[in-house]
């Protein structure tokens, strides 16, 4: 009864850590481009990606020392905090570019520990029995922030404030420090081994297959890369792309995502639930790539500036990225325990690894070809899933 009210307060709060990110996501690259040339831009999120790993691998150590809630509720001031400085440029204060660059690269580093830390702390009070249905409500609620995320922030930041953005993505935290110090409660941490603290010596043993299911962990880790491989592309490059290349108006972006994101919130429930029932998660995790790969390729050959039309087409993308993620979190997470810190650290470093990775591939695509073989590109990248979901062993 105890963990089910816990899961509760932990579903509320990824609503409010999921809207900080989620709310400047899709203007970051826009309001950086008012620093930096475009080309560059690329290599900020690359900088800022090493120091989120760096960080990330001292996570579990200081988890099993120290207790997730001390770790949340500090990360929570932190962030909270951290965008002070860009939420003042709504009021005509005019940083130096490092200012507001080490700011923003602070304010991306916070948002990537604590959806980690979060995650250590619902595997906690999690069975592997639901753990379809757990992820699914849980992935439903943190959806739920970034479906409405980019109406909101397209809105807020029509006349070019973007300070107003980040200032609400900012206030969004006190409720979070609010659920953490007076609703969750610590959940004693066990005492982990020293290959399931350190996020080396757990890839080491995947690598090597020593542990049971090293080789499934390692190819569902593989499509969770991947994944947020597609993510870290389209987060950067497609508001660029619509923007500045298409010709489309913040209004009809805003537009745009928030119909592009609606099948995170239509199909992670009933699939989680479908692949704890029936299925497994093998057959949707190959037909969500499939999609996933045909709807991204055709991204490089929309060139109309209607904007419905890139509405169905990236609602498309998301059809097959809602039933990839819901999938491998599903099957990752039936597969280790809450004792598998290093693990789950090597999964959430798949986010920051994905920027890094992602924003020098397309700096690099940008330097030789048009914007739009990004996209071609990213398609070819993710035929590489199918391999590694075609020979999981499923959980049915």
Known sequence: MLNKKLRLYTYIGAIFMATYSSLPAYINSSFLATFLPEKNIGWLYAITSIVTIVMMISLPRLISIWG????????????????????????????????????????????????????????????????????????????????????????????????????VAGLMFLPLIFIIVFRLKEIPCHICSLAQRSV??????????QIPEANNIRRILIIDFLLNFFYAIMVVYMPLYLHNHIGLPWSEIGLVFTIMLTPFILLELPLGEIADRWLGEKEILISGLIIIIISTASCAYLGSPIWFFWAGLLFVTRVGAASIEIMKETYLFKKISGEDTGIMAISRINVPFSYLTGTIFGSIVLMFLDFRYIFLGLSLILLFGLRQAWDLVDTK
């Open 200 to 209: 080396w010596l757990s890839l080491k043993n995947i690598w090597t297959r």
């Open 68 to 167: 997730n809630k001390k770790i949340l509720l500090i990360l929570g001031c932190l962030s909270f905090l951290s965008l002070i400085p860009l939420t003042l440029t709504a009021f005509n204060y005019q940083p130096t570019i490092v200012i507001a660059l080490v700011t923003f690269g602070t304010y991306l580093v916070l948002g990537y520990l604590t959806r980690y830390v979060m995650d250590v702390y619902l595997e906690s009070i999690s069975d592997n029995q639901g753990t379809g249905l757990i992820r699914g409500l849980y992935m439903t609620f943190y959806n739920f922030a970034w479906l409405i995320s980019p109406f909101i922030a397209t809105r807020l930041v029509l006349d070019g404030n973007y300070g107003l953005v980040y200032g």
